[in-house]
């Protein structure tokens, strides 16, 4: 009697056994997938700024290098100078995110076609809570820039320009 039910048993156990072992090599190669896409992601970005003044590189970490030209000193005023850092930073951080966006987008995906482990297993890993984990929301656009006395600063103004090719700071 105990066979009747035990054979019909033991095939749905190595059945469902059979089923989970493929969702955790699944899991695996997703996970080895991921952590290639996010050494993709974190690759190093350099813009320059419009001015061809300033360049900058980092990733979606943060900054490593900012170089300003020899002659930006010469050919700008600090705050202008200032307003081509500030605009080098924003495009590496854009550009960084976008990139990151660009390499965990299939891993996104190939999870979400997929039944989670927790969902049949309590307890198991988590794709899903990994590629989250390792896509944040893209950073905010940078706000526009102001003076001192908050007003919209217009780069289209030249009298800083004027100042320079006159040679008013030799006065």
């Known amino acids: 009697m105990n066979d009747d039910w035990s054979a019909p048993t033991r095939a749905s156990n190595d059945a469902l ?9 699944t899991y695996t190669a997703e996970k080895s997938a991921l952590l290639d896409a ?3 992601a974190t690759q190093l970005v ?7 003044l300033v360049r900058a590189s980092g990733t979606i970490a943060g900054i490593s290098e900012v170089h300003i030209e020899p002659d930006a000193f ?3 005023t600090p705050e ?3 307003r081509s850092v500030t605009e080098a930073i924003a495009q590496v951080a854009a550009q960084a995110a976008q990139t990151q966006q660009q390499a965990l987008a299939p891993l996104a995906d190939m ?3 997929m039944p989670d482990l927790p969902d049949l297993i309590p307890g198991a890993p988590s794709m899903k809570d990994l590629v ?3 896509t944040p929301p893209p950073p905010p656009a940078p706000e526009p820039v102001t003076d001192a006395r908050h007003r919209l600063v217009d780069d289209t103004d030249d009298d800083e320009g004027e100042y320079f090719r006159n040679r008013g700071y030799l006065r």
């Open 17 to 25: 056994r059979a089923q989970i072992d493929s969702m955790l090599d």
């Open 38 to 40: 996010q050494s993709q």
């Open 46 to 52: 350099t813009v320059w700024s419009a001015d061809s």
């Open 74 to 76: 010469k050919r700008s």
């Open 80 to 82: 202008s100078l200032g």
């Open 111 to 113: 999870s979400s076609n």
């Open 132 to 134: 989250a984990q390792l």
